[in-house]
């Protein structure tokens, strides 16, 4: 029956896309094993190899490449055109499913989720939290939150967010005891704690700028871990200096527990854009969230400009 071939071609696509059966049967809401099934079936009734199978990930053949370039744009037109037809209702719906870091979601996507989900409550939204980019075509994310200079240069990007600054902090303690530094290289004889960078593994190398003249820093001390929360904590122990977003430790400096250095050196950047695949149909789903970033991006603006 063609629905049924329908059907089998849309796992095809799925997995193929995902290169993984686990990837798909998370996003198809079925078992891996019913995948296979389907797989196997397609292969059979077309008499040709569509997927090559290894322990650790799974690969389309020549065929299955051909297949799939194929497939790609004819399943997109009839998802959209689907899609099309849920603005004829009078309330966006649908389901969303996004990825960001942990300070992009929890500073600009989350309050505007929850604003839209309140407003919409036929939009259903699923928040995956990666430090790591995101490969959101392979993953099957609608789309995905990062700082505009780490976007690939194919994809679609909004900016959403105000522009950002980094603070390197510490204790009064500290300083009394170790010091400030009045040079970015003079970090280098500092304790400083470090985060280790989720995708190269590598640690990050402290950035700055002043007068169109950029220095990157390696800096040593006495820990490394991978979340900021604890850089954080870290700084106001008085155990060493840390860098981190200006904003997450505007309270610590208000209230005297830290103290900022080297400000002139760490200059406001671009901030977080949504980004997402050039040949994405939007959803009216989509669509709400897109003009709620917007309208929230908007909002913070005025703000700034008013103080």
């Known amino acids: ?30 078992s891996q094993s019913a995948l296979s099934q389907t797989i196997r079936r397609l292969e059979e009734r ?38 099309a037809l849920g603005e004829l209702r009078e309330q966006p719906s649908g389901s969303l499913r996004l990825t960001a870091g942990r ?29 790591a980019l995101t490969d959101i075509v392979t993953e099957q994310f609608d789309a995905g939150i990062r700082l505009g200079e780490r976007i690939a240069k194919d994809m679609i990007a909004v900016p959403i967010g105000p522009n950002l600054r980094q603070a390197v902090v510490g204790s009064p303690a500290y300083f009394a005891t170790h010091g400030t530094p009045a040079e970015p290289h ?19 190398a402290w950035e700055f700028e002043r007068g169109g003249r950029a220095i990157n820093v390696h800096v040593d001390g006495p820990v490394t871990v991978n979340d900021v929360h604890l850089l954080i904590s870290t700084a106001l122990h008085g155990t060493a ?3 981190v977003m200006e904003d997450m430790v505007l309270p610590f400096l208000a209230d005297g527990r830290l103290v900022r250095v080297l400000g002139d050196w760490c200059p406001p950047f ?5 980004y997402y695949p050039n040949r ?11 003009e709620e970033l917007r309208r929230m991006h908007r909002e913070s603006e005025t703000r700034g400009k008013d103080q």
């Open 1 to 30: 029956m063609l629905t049924d071939e329908l059907a089998d071609l849309a796992v095809f696509a799925a997995v193929a896309e995902a290169r993984s059966f686990t990837r798909a049967a998370s996003r198809l809401g079925r």
């Open 46 to 83: 077309l008499q040709l190899r569509l997927l090559t199978r290894t322990t650790r990930n799974v690969a389309p053949t020549p065929a299955g490449e051909q297949l799939l370039a194929t497939l790609g744009p004819a399943l997109g037109d009839i998802e959209a055109r689907i899609q």
């Open 103 to 131: 300070h992009a979601a929890e500073t600009v996507l989350w309050p505007a989720l929850l604003r839209l989900t309140d407003r919409y409550p036929d939009i259903k939204v699923e928040v995956a939290i990666h430090s």
């Open 186 to 204: 003079d970090l280098t004889q500092h304790r400083c704690a470090n985060i280790r960078l989720p995708t190269a593994g590598g640690l990050y």
């Open 241 to 243: 200096l840390v860098m």
């Open 270 to 274: 671009s901030g977080y854009h949504l």
């Open 280 to 290: 994405r149909h939007p959803s009216s789903a989509f669509a709400a969230l897109l």
